[in-house]
């Protein structure tokens, strides 16, 4: 049974600062990794979808880097600004052949907050 | 605007009672869920259904029924409803593989 662990459950930096989130899966017969924000009172909003196959991809100043072999992917945040608090969550997507899919197992999130 | 839509956003109502949460997608995705988050914010995966085949996550209590009218609207019927039901509920819709993935705003059940 895949399950997804986030470290750390909470971070408060000042803004401008670099940050890491980290995420460790353990099966890793996974199709794709997702980061996710959610916002208070909010649905998700996603961040950056990582293949397989795939070492990192980039969005602005977001980075998320996969190592699928030691079930690990870091999610950066460069020069950090109040807008980015929120919960960030890790979720993994497993190998199905038949294109679809049985849903996303999640960490429990990262609740970050940026302080001014 | 592309969306998925779930109605009502708040949902209170007594033990026992049968109550049904409604989602819309029109991102012509052809898959679609419903996910919990309980009250520690953990979200686990309930259902998926991709237009072809249910998926039914073998945790869920049979008291939950997904029914997909078409493939644009994925609802949740909850019968019987116990207190531990308290919980905010997501739709969300994605492209095969799960790309594009798109979250409703959420339903938050209060069973009382």
């Known amino acids: 049974k895949q399950e997804v662990t986030q470290i750390p459950a909470a971070l408060s930096v000042p803004e401008g600062e670099n940050l890491v989130l980290n995420c460790s899966f353990t099966?890793?017969?996974?199709?794709?990794l997702q980061w996710f924000r959610q916002d208070p009172g909010k649905g998700l909003t996603s961040l950056l979808l990582?293949?397989?196959?795939?070492r990192e991809q980039t969005s602005g100043r977001l980075n998320a880097s996969l190592d699928k072999s030691s079930g690990r992917s870091t999610l950066y945040i460069a020069a950090s600004q109040p807008g980015d608090s929120a919960t960030y969550l890790c979720?993994?997507?497993?190998?199905?052949?038949?294109?679809?899919?049985?849903?996303?197992?999640f960490g429990k999130g990262t609740h970050l907050i940026i302080q001014p | 605007d592309t969306a998925v839509s779930q109605t009502p956003k708040y949902l209170v109502t007594q033990m026992g009672n049968d109550k049904s949460i409604k989602c819309e997608q029109n991102?012509?995705?052809?898959?679609m869920y419903w996910y919990k988050q309980d009250s520690k914010k953990f979200l686990k995966i309930m259902f998926s259904?991709?237009?072809?085949?249910?998926?039914i996550n073998e945790t869920v209590p049979n008291r939950f029924s997904p029914k997909s009218p078409d493939k644009a609207h994925l609802n949740l019927h909850i019968n019987s409803l116990e207190l531990g039901d308290s919980a905010v509920y997501f739709c969300?819709?994605?492209?095969?593989?799960?790309?594009?993935?798109?979250f409703g705003s959420g339903t938050r059940l209060t069973v009382v």
């Open positions: 969300a819709s994605s492209q095969d593989y799960g790309y594009g993935y798109t």
């Open positions: 099966d890793s017969a996974i199709y794709n």
């Open positions: 990582i293949q397989s196959s795939q």
């Open positions: 979720a993994v997507n497993k190998m199905y052949s038949g294109g679809g899919a049985d849903g996303l197992t």
């Open positions: 991102l012509g995705h052809d898959t």
């Open positions: 259904y991709n237009n072809k085949e249910l998926i």
